[in-house]
């Protein structure tokens, strides 16, 4: 049995004693490309295979830029391959946020997650909504003020800024749409980056879809002396991003007031 809360806080001890860890979030978009099933969010419509089939359903709103990403299992083989190595790889301190019995089609996926895994390390699985919903404000309020004062390394979108953000960043690594494929080459160019600078006792934040499960998995793999965090969306209101106004709830709830119970959200595990 693991609780949404108490998962919370074993990660944010790990960051407030600055011990080496990563934290990757396999939700919905992972679990559709692990499944060999279609995705694709255009501006005008979105396919997710595996839970809807393959064809084209109008969207109730415009992806932006950031959130637009297409895995055609007939070409991307090879991401997918990579995202369940990823998945599948074990090491200390090296944690897998998985979807819960709360999400949608919960049971399934929970347990398709967990027989892909294996029996064995289920200690290093997690909640991949454990940032977020109901512990989205612990998130905010409790977490992200220990990230003042680190040496903060960010993975975001080409047209983020920063000026809002509660802490200085010391470096950062843009992307673009599509950014799994199409900056894939960004996992050499931070290896090489560590490297150079020999970067150690850093926080690296990943907001980059399902780049960010590669690069937490091939960094801390090699460079196990700093802390990964897969924020996804969960800052995007303070970087001046716009796509998240269209996807994601618990975000206009915390920043606009919108009324909607996700915020309260906890996810489950039995």
């Not at 694709?40 to 359903?57: A, C, H, N, R």
């Not at 040496?151 to 992307?175: E, G, M, Q």
């Not at 998240?244 to 920043?255: D, E, Q």
Request: hydrophobic share 35%.
């Amino acid at each position: 049995m693991k609780y949404f809360k108490d998962e919370f806080y074993k990660l944010l001890d790990l960051v407030k004693t600055h011990e080496p860890f990563a934290f990757s979030r396999f939700s919905d978009g992972e679990r559709t490309i692990m499944k060999n099933a279609k995705l694709v969010l255009s501006e005008s419509y979105f396919i997710q295979g595996d839970m809807y089939g393959d064809q084209p359903i109008r969207a109730p709103f415009p992806y932006m830029e950031e959130e637009r990403k297409d895995f055609d299992p007939s070409k991307d083989s090879f991401y997918r391959e990579k995202l369940i190595e990823a998945y599948k790889y074990k090491k200390n301190n090296y944690f897998k946020g998985i979807s819960g019995y709360a999400e949608w089609n919960g049971n399934n996926d929970f347990q398709e997650c967990l027989d892909l895994y294996g029996p064995d390390d289920h200690k290093h699985l997690t909640f991949s909504n454990v940032l977020i919903n109901g512990n989205y404000k612990n998130f905010i309020e409790e977490m992200v003020p220990h990230f003042s004062g680190r040496k903060v390394i960010i993975v975001c979108n080409k047209n983020a800024n920063f000026d809002k953000l509660p802490f200085d960043v010391y470096a950062d690594f843009r992307v673009g749409s599509n950014c799994m494929k199409n900056d894939y080459t960004l996992i050499n160019k931070m290896k090489e980056y560590i490297k150079e600078q020999k970067l150690e006792n850093c926080l690296f934040l990943f907001s980059a879809a399902s780049l960010s499960n590669f690069l937490i998995y091939e960094l801390y793999k090699e460079f196990d002396k700093n802390q990964y965090i897969d924020i996804g969306s969960s800052l995007s209101p303070l970087m001046n991003l716009q796509g998240w106004r269209g996807t994601r709830v618990y975000l206009r709830c915390y920043w606009e007031g919108e009324q909607n119970p996700i915020i309260n959200q906890e996810d489950v595990w039995n």
